[in-house]
């Protein structure tokens, strides 16, 4: 624009007559200043920045006039003076910012509306592009129709000449029917005879059929009513043939027979039959296998099954029952493949339409009712012609013509619309009817099964089985159970309540005789450390092999072990077995093996096994997997490369003991979950029993200390299982399990080998140190068996763990300070010390260099009981309880040395540095005693306290008073330095009410 500016002046200039020479000045005149005011323009600031929307607005109209001429208009608004540069530039400035704004805009509408624009342009072509294709396919559309009209013709007619001849081949096949009618029950029978029930009752639907048809004839009636006893005849030979299939099960044969029900009608009574057949094979199937091993008595066959189940011998029921088992699980494999059969069939009815289902239902009445049912379609378009032949066929037989009129007009009806709809229905609910009888069929063959286990086990009696058996007998039932949960998608509530009071039976006589054992044990231990080897391991123990050959398998990712707990797996390694695992393998119920030599079992009622020796309890039973030690968690840990390895627990052979009847008990639980709360009772019952007699054994024997100085929770757990020990004081009403054995077992009594009141032996240390520890050895086992407890145990019982944790176990750690508190009091002699110390004057005016006699016979009491300790040796006496007696009996000697300060009548400075110079002459000399450090600061502490001043004497005692006692308190501020004896009243009175709140 501005180019165009500047050729108007031109050209004006020129048309004003100037010389060429004098233009040339003058533009060069005229440059001159545009640089300077360009140059100044880039100095002095412009004008102010105005929007390109003002802008805009501000712009003249007559610029959106197509013929508008832009240069003239801009140059008329030039001022009439062109003296000034500033002015022209300005203006030009002004025009310079509209062009941008007015460039702004039109590029801004150009691109927001090119995305439209290219849409609309597309929609165009693809319009036309729809266009051409209607054209060719009117085109298209218009030629078929001329084709199908020529067709349609020729269709017509050759409808009406088939329609003619079907009406003749139908009376024709009417006097064939009629006349086969006479030979058709003997026909019936033969077919029979021959097994082939399908031909007899095609036979017996087309002559009833025909029967059905003609009936207005007197022979046809006659010859009817042999039907009706052909047709009982075909029933009771399919129901034998149903019977047959329940025991030894056919598909192809079964699919023949389910449709010979169905052609006669009689698809849901098949169904019922098929039931009750099922549900009678499950006691024949037992009676069969029972009868096997049942004592051979005359007539036993008319026994009752509960009579024929206690016929069984005792050391033949596992036996007996594996097998009833297994010829069960047949029975279900019979039952899911008869359902297996059903729903495919009804899949393929479904995909593939009814075509199968009306052919096999339609039999006899062949092609030609089909091919009548075609041709009448079209009745109407040739009605004359249709008319000819009937008046034909009438006039040559009347009779005749009147049945054959009837059986046309039965093939030509066609079912309309609403009739196809009902018949679809009817059909889909006979499917429904199927899957659900099937359904139900299959709960209550399940519910017969365990109304039949749970009868014979009713009969069975278990008394002589030894542990391993009964618990192989409920893996059997556990397995059967299992597979019949995965059969039927119910529970097994008749079969696990038989199961669970035969178990209760038997965990009252095992837990008894259990605890008798213990008992036993227990008063015949001499609490001597067993010898246990280095890296032993509870889950090594044969009592654990369940649990740990289920970890080796699941390392392993084997699910294909022994599920009869004999092999590796152990029973547990594997998910729960299911009808198909049982199908693929066939190995849940193997017939134990029976010694034919003895008469029956020889082993005692609960056969308890006996305790490991000591380089058998805890070495690696199996190179297989590699079980390690389980802590607090109960999960499995690996020791660090390099790290040394735990040491071994100082425990006795009854607490091996122990352990292995929890591996029972557990196993028990596993094998059993719907009884694994009463056992998780009966494991607490035991270790409680253990508990409470170590308790009476080491902590009831002239105690320095009271069991009031347990935490309030740990004297009520104590009297707790005190109680439990002793049912009879605090039952009311009926007892459970564990309380009515306890009822009857009374307390153990202490081996009278065991001296526990003789100095010579330090007051029965080593065997205190033994019950202790193996107290503590079976609180680390109870925690390595939480998880795994927890596992086999059901969510909501889970509450009886953390309670038992809470209230029994947390609490022996406490217990085990108690006992050990207690025989440190029995180490020295600590009221000698506190009367030796009674006779040293604290009150002196000099210091001293040499310290009390009494430290020296402190000292020389010290070594000796560490010379008596070590006597006993690492095997007796652990590191651990070392470490624990070693710091109760420094504990006792602090406290017997404040109470020896106490006594102080008058104390000087000079005296409460001879105080501290006897105290670390004491530790000095001590260090070379023991490793163990005694806590210093109590005593030190209490030194120190002579130097407070009587201000801060206040505070202190606030501090410290639950660490000192009443009558050391008083005795300190009997010796302070105070300033009068109103003062001395005033700290004591402090003192008591700090002791003694009210």
Not at 814 to 832: D, I, P, Q, S
Request: hydrophobic share 35%; aromatic share 8%; with cysteine.
């Amino acid at each position: 624009m501005l180019r165009r500016m500047r050729e108007k002046r031109a050209e004006k200039r020129e048309r004003g007559g100037e010389g060429a020479g004098a233009s040339g000045d003058m533009a060069a005149a005229a440059d001159q200043p545009i640089v300077v005011a360009t140059a100044r323009a880039r100095v002095v600031p412009g004008p102010p920045a105005i929007s390109d929307e003002t802008l805009l607005e501000e712009l003249d109209d007559q610029f959106m006039n197509p013929e508008f001429d832009d240069i003239t208009f801009i140059t008329d608004l030039l001022p009439d003076d062109m003296s000034s540069i500033e002015s022209i530039d300005e203006c030009r400035k002004r025009k310079f910012q509209e062009l941008q704004a007015v460039s702004r805009k039109l590029s801004g509408l150009v691109l927001d509306h090119h995305k439209e624009f290219v849409q609309e342009l597309t929609r165009v072509s693809e319009l036309q592009e729809e266009l051409d294709m209607t054209r060719v396919i009117c085109k298209n559309d218009r030629r078929h129709l001329s084709r199908a009209a020529n067709s349609q013709k020729a269709g017509l007619l050759l409808a009406r000449r088939v329609r003619k001849r079907n009406r003749f081949v139908g009376v024709a096949k009417t006097l064939r029917a009629i006349a086969m009618l006479r030979h058709a029950s003997e026909q019936c029978d033969q077919l029979l005879a021959e097994n082939d029930s399908e031909s007899a009752i095609e036979l017996w639907q087309e002559c009833s059929h025909t029967a059905q048809q003609y009936h207005m004839f007197n022979c046809v009636g006659d010859l009817a009513s042999e039907l009706v006893e052909s047709q009982a005849r075909i029933v009771e030979h399919l129901d034998r043939q149903l019977e047959a299939q329940t025991k030894s099960l056919d598909l192809e044969a079964y699919g023949k027979l389910y449709r010979s029900y169905q052609t006669l009608g009689m698809g849901k009574e098949a169904l019922e039959k098929l039931s009750s057949f099922l549900l009678d094979s499950v006691t024949t199937h037992c009676r069969e296998e029972i009868a096997v091993f049942a004592k051979p008595e005359p007539g036993f066959e008319k026994l009752s099954f509960k009579s024929l189940c206690r016929s069984v011998p005792e050391d033949q029921i596992l036996a007996c029952l594996s097998m009833v088992c297994k010829r069960l699980c047949d029975l279900m494999i019979v039952h899911q493949d008869i359902e297996a059969w059903h729903v495919d069939a009804v899949d393929r009815e479904r995909s593939g339409g009814d075509g199968g289902q009306g052919s096999s239902d339609s039999g006899a009445r062949g092609g030609a009712s089909a091919e009548s049912g075609s041709s009448a379609a079209h009745g109407d378009e040739d009605q004359e012609g249709g008319k000819g032949d009937e008046d034909a066929s009438s006039a040559g037989n009347g009779a005749v013509g009147q049945g054959e009129s009837g059986a046309v007009g039965h093939t030509a009806d066609k079912p309309t619309l609403h009739v196809y709809r009902r018949e679809s229905m009817s059909r889909l609910k006979s499917r429904d009817y199927t899957l659900m009888k099937l359904q139900q069929s299959r709960k209550n063959l399940w519910q017969t099964m365990q109304r039949a286990v749970s009868n014979f086990l009713a009969g069975a009696s278990f008394s002589n089985y030894t542990f391993e058996q009964f618990v192989k007998l409920l893996r059997t039932i556990r397995h059967l159970s299992d597979i019949g949960k995965d059969f039927s998608k119910h529970d097994a509530f008749i079969l696990e309540d038989a199961v669970k009071m035969k178990t209760l039976v038997f965990l009252t006589e095992f837990h008894r005789q259990t605890l008798h054992t213990l008992k036993g044990k227990l008063e015949m231990e001499t609490w001597e450390a067993s010898p246990v080897p280095p890296g032993f391991n509870i889950f090594n123990l044969p009592q654990f092999r369940f649990m740990r050959s289920k970890r080796a398998s699941m390392s392993r990712g084997a699910s294909t072990a022994s599920m009869d707990g004999t092999g590796e797996s152990g029973g547990v390694a594997t998910p729960a077995p299911t009808l198909s695992s049982f199908r693929r393998r066939n190995s849940f119920f193997k017939q134990p093996s029976v010694d034919t030599d003895s008469s029956g079992p020889t082993s005692p009622t609960v056969d308890i096994p006996p305790s490991p020796s000591p380089m058998e309890a805890g070495v690696d039973l199996t190179r297989r997997a590699s079980i390690s030690e389980e802590v607090k968690t109960g999960s499995p840990t690996r020791p660090a490369t390099g790290s040394a390895a735990p040491p071994p627990p100082h425990c006795t052979e009854t607490t091996i003991f122990v352990v292995q009847q929890f591996g029972l008990y557990i196993d028990m639980m596993d094998t059993l979950q719907s009884v694994a709360a009463e056992v998780f009772k009966l494991m607490t019952q035991v270790f409680e029993y253990y508990l409470n007699t170590v308790f009476d054994f080491f902590g009831t024997d002239n105690n320095a200390y009271p069991i009031t100085v347990l935490s309030q929770k740990a004297r009520h757990a104590v009297r707790a299982i005190q109680a439990r020990a002793d049912p009879s004081q605090n039952m009311e009403g009926s007892q459970p399990l564990h309380a009515t054995v306890l009822s009857f077992l009374g307390a153990a009594r202490l081996n009278g080998d065991v001296a526990l009141a003789s100095p010579s032996n330090l007051f029965g240390l080593a065997a205190r140190i033994t019950g202790i520890e193996s107290l503590m050895f079976l609180v680390t086992v109870w925690r390595s068996l939480t998880n795994n407890l927890k596992r086999r145990m059901p969510s909501k019982h889970h509450g009886l763990i953390e309670r038992f944790f809470a209230e029994s176990v947390d609490i022996v750690r406490e217990l085990r300070w108690f006992l050990y508190k207690n025989a440190a009091a029995k180490m020295l002699n600590f009221t000698t010390i506190t009367t030796q110390m009674s006779s040293v004057k604290w009150d002196i005016k000099d210091i001293k260099s040499q310290h009390s006699a009494y430290v020296d016979q402190l000292i020389q009491d010290c070594n000796i009981l560490s010379g008596r300790i070590s006597s006993l040796g690492k095997a007796r006496v652990p590191q651990g309880a070392y470490n624990t007696l070693w710091s109760e009996v420094l504990l006792q000697v602090n406290l017997a040395l404040l109470d020896g300060f106490a006594l102080a009548k008058k104390c000087t400075n000079e005296g409460r540095a001879l105080m501290q110079l006897d105290y670390q002459q004491y530790l000095s000399k001590l260090s070379k005693i023991t490793t163990v450090r005694p806590s210093k600061d109590i005593v030190e502490n209490y030194i120190k306290a002579f130097y407070i001043g009587e201000a801060d004497f206040e505070e202190w005692v606030q501090a410290n008073h639950k660490t000192y006692s009443l009558k050391q308190l008083q005795a300190l501020v009997t010796v302070l330095p105070l300033s009068n004896k109103r003062s001395r009243k005033d700290l004591t009175r402090v003192v008591e009410e700090i002791k003694n709140p009210s």
